[in-house]
Structure formats: C-alpha cells, structure tokens
C-alpha cells in the first residue's frame, strides 16, 4: 500500500468518525426545536394569524420528527447501507429543510410595527443558529447551508422595508452569520484534532497490545524451546556418560575385547552424532533468528536440482521400502540454491521418515509466474488443528517416544524461516489418514547458462597455524588432528602464552590464528586475535569457534569479519574452514 493509499484511508476513517458525530450531536437541537416553538406561540399570538403559528410550529415539529427518524435509521444501519458520503448528504439535507422551516418565523412574524417583536424573532433566530454550531460543526458544509436558510426569509424582509432600522438590521445579521461561521470553522478544526488525536492513541495502544502478545508468545514459545531442548541435550549426553561408564568398568576388569570395543565405540558415535545433529540445529535456528545466512539468488534449473534429488535419496527410498517418483520440469526458478535445496531436503527426509513401505511423490505445478514444488506422501497425516504447530521447534506429531533417529523436531522450523528469508510461501495440505502435502511456491526465472564447477583445491602443507583455548583437552585434541593434516601448529591457552611460544619457535609465518571465543579471565576469541595480530605486526585471517548460539552473540562475531565454527566441530567442517581461510 503506498503511502497516498494509506493517508486517504485515515482521511476517510476520520471524516466517517466527524459524520457520526454530527448525527450524535443533533439531539441537543432537535429537543430545542420540540420546546421553542410553544413559547414563540404564544409570544406572537396577538400579532401573527394563529393558524399561521400553528401551520409553522407544526411543521418545525413534523421535520423535528422526520430529522429524528433519519438519525435512528443511521444508528441502526446495516454493514450493506450506503456509504458515509451518502449519509452525511442526507443529514445536509434534511437540516436544510428544517433550518427553512425556521427560518419562516422571519417571514410571519415580521410585524414592522411592532420593533419589540421583531426583535424577539430576531433572537429566537439568532439563539437557534448559534445553537446549531456544536450540533453541525462536525461537517461545515451543513452548517453553512442552515445558518442560510434560517435567515434568508428575515433578510430578505428586511430589504423590502424603506426604514433604515432594517439596514441596521440587516449589518447585525450578517455580523452574526460571519461570527457564527467563524466559531464554526474553530470547532470543526479542535473537533477534527480531537479525532484525530483519538485514532492515534488508538492505534497506538493497538499496536501494545500487539507487541505485549508477541512479547508474550516469545517468551512462552522460549520456554517451551529450551524444555524441549534442555530436554533432548540431556538425553544423549545422559546415554553418552553410561557409555562411558560402562566402558571403563570393562576396561577396569581386564582387556576390552574388539567386539565390544566396536559395539561401544559404534553406540557413543551415535550418541555424539545425534549429540551433534541438536546443536547445529539449534545453532541453524539461532543464524537464521540472527540474520546471518546469506542469500544468494540465482537462476536454477528445476530439472538438475530435482534430479540430484532422486539420486541423493533414492538409496534412502529403498532402505525404507518406499516408493520415491521424482517429476522434474524443464522450469527455472529464482532462488537461492542451497537454501531452496535445504528445503526440500527437509520435505524429503519427513516424508521418507513417516511414509515407510508407502510412496512419496516431488514434482512441480505452475502458479501464475511461480513454480510450487510439492512433496507428497501417503504417511500418516497431520491434523488441520496442528498445521502450524508442525513448523515449529521440537514438533514431532507421529514421534511421541522422542526417538532421535527419527530426527530432532527442527527441520521444519528450520524450512519455516528458510522460507522467510527467500521470501517462498511454503504451504500444507494434510488430513489423518490420507498423507501430506508439503509444498514451497517459487518464482519463476529466465534460463541461464551454467556455472562451470569449481576446480577441488590442493592438499597445502607446512602453512602455520596458531590455535589459543583455556581447555587443555580441546587444546591438545584440535593440535594433533592440525599436526596430522600437515599444519605447524603453535598452541596456548592464552594470548600471551601462545606469543611467547611463538616467539622461542624463531617466529616462523603464521597463516591463520584459531580462537576459542571464552577464554580464562573474561578475555574473548575477539580479544585474543587482536592481541596476537598486533604481536606478529601484521593481519592473519582468523577462525573463532563458539558453543554460543544467541542470536545477538552471533550478529556480533559475524561483525568482526572474523569466519564462525560452533561447537561441537566436525573435523570436515575445520579442514573446509581452513582451506577458506588461508586460500589453500
């Protein structure tokens, strides 16, 4: 919505607010017009024909009633009545009418020979139009067009008199018409600021308790994330002491055989893997919550991205006796590669999990200028009451065991915000009994040619790397898997330690520095590479490696420049780490 667009709907919204309350404020004349006329009656009796007054009141009170109904009609209109505009041309008119009406009191009751009545008309008249300035400042066009008609008759007498007492009369009228008009356009000023102000603090507390509501739903859905997560964390590592345990009572009794030594090692890799597979997905969730994924669109061919789809998960299809069918389409579509495939990873993986001896069908249909490629399975389903609960954290409908090899409940949470990101719809189908559908809406992109293949790098060795961590173990663990790989390694669990050691080495190039990011007495990765950069007297490129997943924690290591690894840390992803930073 444009801007233009936006300040005509809060100009109609007000000017509706100003029309409702001109028909609110019309009571207060009406009842005048029920009273007044009696007494005005009787003041003019002997001087006026009395079916003349009477012919006249009755008609101030006939129109009194036919104002009456019509404000009645606009309390208790319908949503498909007529538009605002409409209403306030009604009112217009009907006070037009009325005002006349009143006006004809300075057509009857002009009785030139009598100056003391001709007075009294002139103050009933005055009296009634400076009263109809609060009833109809809310819409100056109405006020206007009665303040006319209530004295058009008594003017228009007064110039058909040759006393220039008339004049006189004639000079007070219109100074009291132009005062009048001018506290009108005073009122309707205050009143429309007045309205204004109200719809403002209106909004303002709408939008309050909007954010008091998301404030709450965010801290209610933190809650229930770190239960949900402080609850699978326990687990494993739970498993993983027991393992232990156990392995160091065999080995207290005697040599371990191979064939539990295998079995152990086998169960603890698993445990360290399902260890590992949590806290990079809580570690996904909190990047994405941070802004920190990087988005690279680019046009993609549905066919190769489909294609490489039905090979990477074809072995797993079989292994699970599912029938996987892959559709591709000759389409191309705009998105990010990697994130739109990581999307419909996650489709897959799901359906393949949950449809186990069934069939899982990937294909594509045409929306308008997008692609929405489908996933759709014969699993179980999922409830219409609980489509939105599956995209969020530690979600598993069909896994109430909280079994962990059927995944961790965050790969549609992930997919959620992947498709924020991208800017993609992603949409579910699903009922009990009949399968799922799960599908993300991409645009569609002109073709493009092929982007040739990165050539693999090679194998460098002897660059120098300089590694700082308080934790002995992690310390020695990370030296040896780099001095394995061919690397120099010059180790410390401090900044200034690590340069002394550096410096009895002879000072040899260093070609990357890796930091923990808490390190002994409040120092951080940060701290510490900064000191040894400024010891070395020149920039090397620098890893830091962090078990913090706070997204604010995160948006401020991404600002150093400095590359991110989070704990735990797969060598794989240290070797691809390295070689991106040295530019091996």
């Given amino acids: 919505m444009t801007l233009s667009q936006t300040d005509a709907g809060k100009e109609a919204r007000l000017q509706a607010a100003l029309i409702d309350f001109l028909y609110r404020q019309s009571y207060g004349s009406m009842i005048a017009s029920l009273v007044v006329p009696w007494p005005v009656v009787y003041v003019l009796r002997d001087a006026v024909p009395v079916p003349n007054l009477l012919i006249w009141a009755a008609t101030i009170q006939a129109m009194t009633g036919a104002r009456w109904l019509l404000v009645r009609r606009y309390f208790l209109r319908s949503a498909g009545d007529p538009g605002i505009a409409i209403w306030a041309r009604r009112f217009t008119l009907l006070s037009i009418l009325w005002s006349l009406s009143w006006g004809a009191l300075g057509w009857i009751g002009f009785v030139p020979a009598e100056p003391h009545l001709i007075a009294f008309v002139c103050i009933v008249l005055t009296g009634m139009a400076g009263g109809g300035v609060s009833s109809v400042a809310a819409h100056p066009p109405a006020h206007a067009r009665v303040l006319l008609a209530m004295h058009a008759p008594f003017a228009i007498r007064c110039v058909m008199q040759a006393d220039p007492i008339f004049s006189l009369y004639l000079v007070l009228q219109a100074c009291l018409i132009v005062v009048s008009l001018f506290y009108c ?51 494993p590592i739970h498993a993983l002491g027991l393992f232990t345990a156990t392995l160091a009572a065999l080995a207290n009794k005697g040599d371990v055989g191979g064939a539990e030594a295998r079995s152990l090692a086998g169960r603890l890799q698993a445990v360290i893997g399902s260890l590992g597979g949590l806290l990079h997905g809580l570690i996904d969730v909190s990047r994405l919550d941070a802004g920190l994924v990087p988005v690279e669109r680019r046009p993609i061919a549905l066919r190769r991205l489909l294609s490489g789809l039905d090979e990477e998960f074809g072995v797993q299809a079989r292994d699970l006796g599912v029938s996987l069918r892959v559709v591709t389409s000759h389409a191309w579509v705009d998105s990010d590669p990697a994130l739109l495939k990581r999307i419909l990873d996650n489709f897959l993986s799901n359906a393949l999990r949950y449809a186990p001896g069934g069939r899982v069908l990937i294909g594509c249909r045409r929306r308008g200028d997008s692609i929405e490629i489908q996933v759709v399975d014969t699993g179980p389903g999922i409830p219409a009451d609980q489509h939105e609960a599956v995209f969020e954290e530690f979600t598993q409908l069909h896994n109430p065991q909280r ?131 400024a010891h070395l007297g020149y920039c090397v490129p620098a890893l830091i490696i962090t078990g913090d997943t706070s997204p604010d924690r995160l948006r401020e290591l991404s600002a150093t420049g400095h590359g991110v690894l989070h704990k735990p840390l797969a060598p794989d992803l240290l070797r691809a780490a390295i070689r991106r930073a040295i530019g091996e």
Wanted: aromatic share 6%; net charge negative.
């Fill in 403 to 533: 079994d962990r090899q059927q995944g961790m409940g965050l790969g549609l949470a992930i997919v959620r915000r992947l498709a924020d990101l991208l800017g993609h719809a992603v949409t579910l189908r699903s009922a009990p009994g009949k399968g799922s559908t799960f599908a993300v809406r991409v645009p569609l992109a002109p073709p493009a040619a092929a982007f040739p293949a990165a050539a693999e790098p090679e194998e460098a060795t002897g660059l120098g790397i300089m590694v700082v961590d308080d934790d002995p173990l992690v310390l020695e663990s990370i030296a040896a898997l780099l001095s394995v790989w061919g690397y120099r390694t010059y180790v410390a669990q401090s900044a200034e330690e690590l340069s002394r050691c550096y410096d009895q080495a002879g000072a040899p190039s260093v070609h990357l520095i890796v930091a923990d990011y808490r390190l002994a007495g409040g120092v951080t990765g940060v701290n510490a590479i900064e000191w040894l950069n």
């Fill in 185 to 235: 356009r005073i009122n309707y000023r205050s009143l429309k600021e007045t309205v204004a102000l109200r719809f403002e603090n209106m909004t303002l507390v709408e939008r309050l308790e909007q954010e008091r509501d998301r404030a709450t739903a965010a801290n209610q859905a933190k809650t229930r994330f770190l239960a949900a997560a402080s609850h699978d964390l326990r687990q």
